[in-house]
């Protein structure tokens, strides 16, 4: 059983930056994927990016250019670094890491706040 812990998330003002992390309990977590999610009230959960074992990175189109995921896999720690925020950002952002169709795991959840 792996337990991931999102953290960083909070109110920031229109144009401002967070980074999020998503801290997991066991080292194995450097060897699949991982992904962050956000919900927003009344929609559905969205995938905003990913990163695969081995780096690459994938975005939404909602989020590239102002979103960056990376990984340091020695702290088994997934970040996302989000700038120029929107309040169209706001939502509860979730970790996943999804390891086959019977073993997936998510965080609890961060919630970020855009508003002036």
């Known amino acids: 059983q792996v337990h991931l812990v999102e953290s960083g998330g909070g109110l920031v003002q229109p144009g401002g930056s967070l980074r999020l992390s998503c801290a997991a309990s066991e080292s194995s977590f450097g060897n699949y994927a991982v992904g962050w999610y956000r919900q927003a009230p009344g929609k559905q959960r969205e995938l905003v990016a990913r990163i695969s074992s081995g780096g690459m990175t994938d975005y939404s189109d909602s989020v590239k250019g102002r979103f960056t995921i990376s990984r340091d896999n020695a702290k088994n720690t997934v970040y996302l670094q989000m700038n120029s925020l929107k309040p169209e950002d706001t939502a509860v952002y979730y970790c996943?890491?999804?390891?086959?169709?019977?073993?997936?795991?998510w965080g609890q959840g961060t919630q970020v706040t855009v508003s002036s």
């Open positions: 996943n890491q999804n390891r086959s169709p019977w073993d997936r795991y």
